[in-house]
């Protein structure tokens, strides 16, 4: 058997590895790589390392454009066979690579703008609509904690990763020739005692061990404080009339203060204050999680059962309209308005935030993760002057940042989940999904708790098992 790390190696992006068993191609997760747009636009176009029409299947960890948004290119370029995920995820990987492909769309009619002025070839999108229809014909949804036999060669089972709806970690069993390789791979891993999803849950028996890393050097604060925190924010919006603007990925988070926001009103900690859900994206996101309650942890579920829907309730509205959007520009004080994107980089979140930032009495709620240079980071570092829309704005709006709803395990729970494999079997673990720093200091805490030969490989790097 071989192994072979194409992308998420060394780098939090594009993730892709290859597994070749029989001289036959296997791929785990065919990500995006975002990044630099220059660099971004050749690896994403062609697959340096194999020929799409060779690779006889793909098993998908999860949703995130970072782990399925090139799918569709990988069918545009000759892949027919089947794509196995857990069903929440085939749910929600329609409607993700339907608006990646949007995004695919619009951005390269932007490129192409310019390159017509300067007289050079025009671009294709990387995908569109059409090669997303195509790619979604392929999906073949496995339910969690079933084994499935995929071919002769190997069998799949996944497990919750906690991490977003649909999440899985893969644990495969592969016969190579007289030998059976039993090899783990946690996709991304999520956190225990986060809302809504159930916790990660541990696989034994493996000989080889695929680990995400993307914290693996840094703890985030506890969870438990999050409910306290927010009504918080609530209560301080009452006192004061206050609009509060709160960034947040469709993905997950939305879902997560919703939800978060409905026990609130319910435990009568905080005032009930209107709250809008202002994305169809997000909107519609949360119609999958309605459909699959059975990605709920058992909390989630009680609640569902006392209040019957933990997404929706009075003081909630979902936002469809670009006039209802604006209309909210007239409506007084106290409300929330969610929107994304999460690191404030486009969507409505932008007027919003055009809208509000000027007045110091309100509040700027920062729930997720936000890249260097994006608007997002500029508002957690509460930079005094901010640009939107290519305009200057002063931001004298209160920032409030909360850094524990990461979906992503950190380096104490990284490091907890390995513990639960089964390390006198385990021969070798590889590091992906991490930059390099992160990477190196997950390998020396796995180190310190009895994991031997830890790689960190490098992109296009091939084990030989
Ligand atoms: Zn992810």
């Not at 329609?94 to 192409?112: G, R, T």
């Not at 028996?205 to 995400?212: C, G, L, N, T």
């Not at 009452?238 to 203060?257: D, H, M, Y």
Request: charged letters at 25%; proline letters at 4%; hydrophobic letters at 35%.
């Amino acid at each position: 058997m071989r192994l072979q790390f194409i992308g998420a190696a060394r780098t939090v992006t594009g993730s892709m590895h290859r597994l070749t068993i029989n001289n036959k191609d296997y791929l785990l997760d065919c990500g995006l790589y975002q990044g630099k747009r220059k660099i971004a636009f050749e690896m994403n176009r062609n697959f340096e390392f194999f020929d799409p029409a060779k690779i006889e299947c793909l098993i998908l960890s999860h949703a995130h454009i970072d782990h399925c948004g090139n799918i569709p290119n990988l069918v545009k370029q000759g892949f027919k066979g089947k794509i196995y995920c857990t069903p929440a995820t085939k749910d929600l990987v329609e409607l993700m690579l339907k608006d990646s492909a949007h995004i695919q769309e619009k951005d390269i009619e932007f490129v192409n703008k310019r390159r017509k002025k300067q007289g050079k070839n025009l671009f294709e999108p990387l995908y569109i609509q059409e090669d997303v229809d195509n790619a979604l014909e392929l999906f073949h949804p496995v339910k969690y904690r079933t084994d499935f036999q995929i071919d002769d060669n190997i069998k799949i089972r996944f497990v919750d990763a906690g991490h977003i709806i649909g999440s899985a970690v893969t644990h495969l069993t592969i016969k190579d020739g007289s030998k059976v390789i039993k090899l783990g791979f946690s996709g991304d891993l999520g956190r225990p005692n986060l809302p809504i999803l159930k916790d990660p849950e541990p696989i034994s028996e493996v000989d080889y061990w695929i680990s995400e890393s993307t914290y693996g050097g840094r703890n985030h604060d506890k969870i438990e404080g999050i409910k306290n925190s927010l009504a918080e924010v609530i209560n301080k919006a009452v006192a004061r009339n206050a609009k509060v603007i709160i960034p947040a990925f469709s993905v997950g988070r939305t879902q997560e203060l919703v939800y978060e926001f409905h026990q609130i009103c319910e435990s009568g900690v905080a005032k009930r204050i209107p709250i809008y859900v202002d994305s169809p994206l997000s909107k519609n996101v949360t119609g999958i999680f309605r459909e699959h309650p059975e990605c709920f942890d058992k909390e989630t579920v009680d609640f569902m059962n006392k209040y019957d829907d933990p997404f929706g309730f009075n003081q909630l509205t979902y936002i469809n309209d670009v006039e209802d959007s604006k209309a909210l520009n007239d409506k007084p004080g106290p409300m929330m308005i969610i929107s994304a994107s999460g690191m404030a980089e486009a969507g409505r979140i932008l007027h919003h935030l055009r809208n509000n930032v000027e007045n110091p009495n309100n509040i700027i709620l920062m729930v997720g993760y936000c890249a260097e240079n994006t608007l997002g980071r500029k508002i957690i570092d509460k930079e005094p002057l901010i640009k939107i829309f290519g305009e200057q704005f002063h931001l004298k709006a209160e920032v409030v940042t909360l850094h524990s709803m990461s979906a992503h395990a950190d380096s104490d729970e990284l490091t907890n989940y390995s513990k639960s494999l089964n390390s006198a079997n385990l021969k070798k673990t590889f590091l992906v999904h991490g930059e390099y720093e992160q990477q190196q200091q997950l390998a020396e805490r796995l180190k310190e708790i009895g994991l031997r030969d830890i790689e960190i490989p490098k992109r296009g790097e091939v084990f030989e098992i």
